[in-house]
């Protein structure tokens, strides 16, 4: 047993001398490089988890958003055939939310920082929002949110927006709650908060709004909150600093 161990080491000794040997009078530049293109080998492929996904019919053909939790905004417009990344030059590539506006397709609002809590989560810098179908982005507020896990835009009305903020996960800030603008991002009123507490303890609390514009509620705000409530702010224009009874 010893000396057939003791052989195959010496063959593999040899082999790797000979292998050595023989790479050395391989010159590795450009020119031999040239023909081999870049692959992705492992050990793995991937844009992050998918946080948000928003369509909209433009004539005959459908337009899809996805924005992923670390990958960034992606864009189809052959109803999710191929898809090309169209977010990549902003500071944060961790989208929550995606919203197209009703009144223009080519206007899309997005909200950085993925919303499921994990020790892993990655961080937004506030919400940003394109007119020309995500060629030129600007930003338009909440960049110490960390975390938007909803945007709603009126149904009529393009510059009111309705955005849900998780604020810091593991430290207290203000810049959490619902928010509503009604001049494109250029200012935003809080209308839901309760406390400046980490998001990571009350994470279900903002993430999901949608709006009602039919008579005669006039125009309000329904937050689903922990264990599948409602709750329904009928009046947007004042802020709540206080949670409604059974949000806790």
């Known amino acids: 047993m010893f000396n057939h161990v003791r052989i195959f080491w010496i063959a593999f000794s040899v082999v790797a001398a000979a292998l050595a040997a023989s790479a050395q009078d391989v010159a590795l530049d450009s020119d031999t490089l040239s023909g081999l293109p870049i692959r992705a080998i492992g050990p793995a492929a991937m844009g992050g988890r998918i946080a948000d996904i928003a369509a909209v019919h433009e004539g005959q053909r459908l337009t899809i958003y996805v924005g992923s939790a670390s990958g960034g905004v992606w864009k189809s417009v052959d109803g999710g055939t191929t898809f090309k990344p ?5 500071p944060s590539l961790s989208i929550g939310a995606v919203a197209i506006d009703p009144s223009n397709p080519q206007t899309v609002w997005v909200g950085t920082g993925e919303s ?3 020790n892993s989560v990655s961080v937004g810098t506030g919400i940003y929002r394109t007119r020309d179908g995500g060629e030129n982005w600007e930003a338009v507020g909440l960049p110490d949110s960390e975390h938007i896990s ?3 835009v009126h149904p009529k009305d393009s510059n009111t927006v309705y955005a849900c903020a998780l ?8 810049e959490r709650g619902v928010f509503k603008t009604t001049d494109g991002g ?4 809080k209308l839901l908060y309760r406390t400046t507490a980490p998001a990571a303890r009350r994470w ?3 993430r999901k709004i949608r709006v009602c514009s039919t008579p005669p509620c006039g125009t309000y705000v329904v937050s689903r909150i922990t264990f599948g409530r409602e709750v329904r702010a009928a009046d947007c224009s004042r802020a709540r600093t206080r949670a409604p009874r059974g949000m806790s």
């Open 86 to 90: 169209i977010f990549d030059k902003q």
């Open 204 to 206: 279900r609390w903002t």
């Open 150 to 152: 909803r945007i709603i």
């Open 186 to 189: 250029k200012t935003w009123n």
């Open 116 to 118: 499921w809590v994990r």
């Open 167 to 174: 604020g810091h996960l593991w430290n207290s800030n203000t």
